[in-house]
């Protein structure tokens, strides 16, 4: 008997996703199809989540909120904690549609590395693009390039040659994987306290330098700077539920954590 996906497609804004809704606006199978991809806890979702979800703009054809069901560090999510921040995740994705940034799916994923989620990912957009357009076995589908949207303490992990320790494949095989064969790249938001020199030192470590012409770096506004689910948490514990308005965009999300009880 096979083993269960790892992967599970919670919500996506149109039946043709990552295809945009109107057919007519199909990329050819000779273009591109470019979509990003947050991954995060979503513990809860909040301002700087939202900002990362709508980095780019009209460079991408579609957005993925990712929820890891396993952390290399945190281990794996109850079930019921799960499913309460996909709830979430979706009021994100609603508040999303109603901008241009509308074209966006949730899923969850049970992969700890960002290297095997590039993997698992581009394999499951590529199936769902294949059963959207019909192509046969073998047909012509565009092609799939995965940014993925990180803040700078998730990209220093990314990097970091702990967690490319045996059994896993060396940390230079691991991200040649994720860079050159799956063609992945990473857009990055600023630490707004790192200086410029720290910032370079990093990009210029042995590990970075071969991959930093695909690592773009971009600072998010000043509103979800700094903002942290810790913060949003803290908050609700409180009870200082004009914090939370201010750290937590979303009204459906703020319902969800109040409907829930969450956080008490």
């Known amino acids: 008997m096979s083993s269960p996906s790892p992967f599970r497609l919670v919500y996506t804004s149109h039946p043709r996703w990552p295809l945009p809704l109107t057919p007519a606006l199909a990329p050819p199978p000779s273009r591109l199809l470019r979509i990003s991809i947050l991954d995060s806890s979503f513990n809860p979702p909040h301002s700087a989540h939202l900002a990362l979800a709508q980095h780019g703009g009209s460079a991408f054809d579609a957005r993925l909120l990712v929820l890891s069901t396993s952390n290399a560090d945190k281990g794996a999510a109850e079930q019921q904690e799960v499913e309460s921040r996909l709830e979430m995740m979706v009021e994100m994705a ?16 049970a992969e ?30 565009p092609e799939v390039r995965l940014t993925f949207l990180l803040g700078w303490d998730t990209l220093i992990r990314f990097f970091a040659p702990r967690y490319y320790q045996p059994p896993s494949p060396p940390i230079s095989v691991a991200l040649s994987s994720f860079f050159d064969t799956d063609s992945s790249s990473i ?19 042995e590990e970075v330098k071969p991959w930093v012409q695909k690592v773009e770096l971009f ?26 308005e201010r750290l937590v965009p979303v009204e459906g999300v703020r319902e969800v954590l109040k409907r829930k009880g969450m956080y008490k």
């Open 94 to 109: 609603k508040e999303m549609e109603s901008s241009r940034d509308g074209n966006v799916a949730v899923a969850c994923i």
């Open 187 to 205: 857009s990055c938001a600023r630490r707004g306290d790192l200086s410029l020199a720290e910032e370079q030192a990093f990009l210029e470590s």
């Open 219 to 244: 600072d998010l506004g000043d509103e979800a700077k700094g903002v942290s689910s810790t913060e949003v948490r803290k908050a609700v514990k409180k009870g200082s539920w004009e914090e939370v």
């Open 112 to 141: 700890p590395a960002f290297v095997s989620k590039s993997r698992v990912l581009k394999g499951e957009v590529e199936r769902l693009l294949r059963e959207r357009i019909a192509a046969p076995e073998g047909g012509s589908v």
